[in-house]
C-alpha cells in the first residue's frame, strides 16, 4: 500500500460523493474531520465515517472532530446530551480542585463513550490556550481560563480521559491561542507578548503535555519569535518554540488551512504550512476546489513526520471497562446540565 499523504480532509456532506470517494482513493489522505454538517442522526454517521475509511482502505484511519462541549460541539443533543464549555470546568476547578479534575476526566470519558460508538477515535480536546483578558471571543470560554497551572491541570485530566475511553486527545492551540485579540477564522493575530511572557504563561501548558501524541498549530504571530509568519507556518516557531522550548516532538497538525489568517491560494498555504515544519495540513470545509489545490502541494508521509504519524497509530490502546451510566451520573451530580 503507498504511503498516506500528509493532510486530514473534510467532506462537503452527509454521505460522500463519487467524487469524493475518488480522491480519497486517489490522494490518500492520513486521516478526515466531521463537521456539523456531516453529522445527521448515528447510523448516517457510522456510514459516513465507514465509507471515508473504506476509500483509503484503511479500517483504522484516525478520524478527528471538535467534541470539546460549550458552544465547540459538532454532536449534539438528542443524539448526546449538552456539555459545559471548558470555562465551567474552570470555574469547578477554583471552588474545589478534586471536583474540577474529576469532571474534565470523566467529560473526556463521556465524550469517548459517545464517539467510539460511531468510529470517531480522535477528539480535538484539550484546549490548553490560557485566556488573557480582552481577547478573541473565538477562545472565550473554550479555554480552562487564565491560570497556566489550572489549564494544564484540566487539560491533562481531560486527556487521560479520553485515553482511558480508547480515544487519543489533540492538544491545541500550539504555542497558545490564548492572547489573541482577533479571530483568526477571519483575520491574522498578532500577538506582541515577551518571550518571558510566553513562555511562563502561554507555552506552560503544551510544555507539560509535551508527551501527547498530537497537537495543532495556532494561525497567530508571535512577534516577539517571528514578527512575519504565524506559528502554523513559521519555521523558527516550531523549530525553536514548539520542538525546542516545548519539547513537543508528537504529530503537529495544522489549524485549517482554510481560515482566513493564512494568505495565499488554498495550495500556497499547503506548502507553507509543510515548508513551515507542520506534520499534517488539516482542511476542514470540504469544498472540492479547494481540496484539490491542497492535494497537488501536499507530499507523502516521510522521514521524521511518518514515524510521529505511526507513533499515533501505535498510541491507540482499548477503552478501560467502565460503567457508563454510572460515570454520567456521577458527572451530572458534579455538573448539573442546564
Not at 49 to 72: F, H, K, N, T
Not at 205 to 230: G, N, Q, W
Not at 288 to 316: H, N, T, Y
Amino acid at each position: 500500500m503507498s504511503p498516506s499523504k500528509a493532510m486530514i480532509l473534510g467532506c462537503a456532506g452527509l454521505a460522500l460523493t463519487a467524487d469524493e470517494i475518488a480522491l480519497y482513493r486517489n490522494e490518500r489522505p492520513w486521516g478526515f474531520i466531521l463537521f456539523a454538517r456531516n453529522l445527521a442522526e448515528p447510523q448516517q454517521i457510522i456510514d459516513l465515517v465507514a465509507s471515508m475509511r473504506d476509500a483509503i482502505g484503511r479500517p483504522d484511519a484516525p478520524v478527528l472532530i471538535d467534541q470539546e462541549g460549550g458552544r465547540v460541539q459538532r454532536i449534539r443533543p438528542p443524539h448526546v446530551q449538552k456539555y459545559p464549555a471548558g470555562a465551567e470546568l474552570g470555574a469547578l476547578f477554583a471552588a474545589d480542585k478534586a471536583a474540577g479534575l474529576r469532571a474534565a476526566w470523566l467529560m473526556s470519558r463521556l465524550h469517548a463513550f459517545d464517539l467510539t460508538k460511531l468510529g470517531i477515535n480522535v477528539n480535538c480536546l484539550p484546549v490548553l490556550d490560557v485566556l488573557v483578558e480582552g481577547a478573541t471571543p473565538a477562545i472565550g470560554n473554550r479555554s480552562y481560563g487564565g491560570d497556566a497551572a489550572m489549564v494544564t491541570a484540566l487539560g491533562t485530566a481531560a486527556s487521560e480521559g479520553l485515553k482511558a475511553g480508547g480515544m487519543l486527545p489533540v492538544m491545541k492551540h500550539v504555542p497558545g491561542h490564548g492572547r489573541a485579540m482577533s479571530d483568526s477564522h477571519h483575520d491574522l493575530p498578532v500577538v506582541n507578548a515577551t518571550r518571558a511572557e510566553l513562555e511562563a504563561q502561554d507555552f506552560a501548558p503544551f510544555r507539560a503535555l509535551k508527551d501527547e501524541v498530537m497537537a495543532m498549530s495556532a494561525h497567530i504571530v508571535f512577534t516577539a519569535i517571528d514578527a512575519e509568519r504565524p506559528a502554523t507556518t513559521s519555521r523558527k516557531v516550531i523549530e525553536e518554540v514548539v520542538r525546542g522550548s516545548i519539547g513537543f516532538d508528537g504529530l503537529l497538525l495544522s489549524d485549517d488551512s482554510s481560515m482566513n489568517a493564512l494568505k495565499g491560494t488554498l495550495g500556497e498555504r499547503a506548502a507553507d504550512i509543510i515548508a513551515g515544519g507542520c506534520d499534517i495540513v488539516l482542511h476542514c470545509n470540504g469544498v472540492m476546489d479547494e481540496m484539490i489545490q491542497v492535494v497537488r502541494e501536499v507530499p507523502e508521509l516521510a522521514g521524521k513526520s511518518l514515524q510521529r504519524a505511526q507513533a499515533v497509530q501505535a498510541a491507540f490502546r482499548p477503552a478501560h471497562g467502565a460503567s457508563e451510566e454510572a460515570l454520567r451520573a456521577e458527572f451530572a451530580a458534579l455538573v448539573p446540565v442546564a
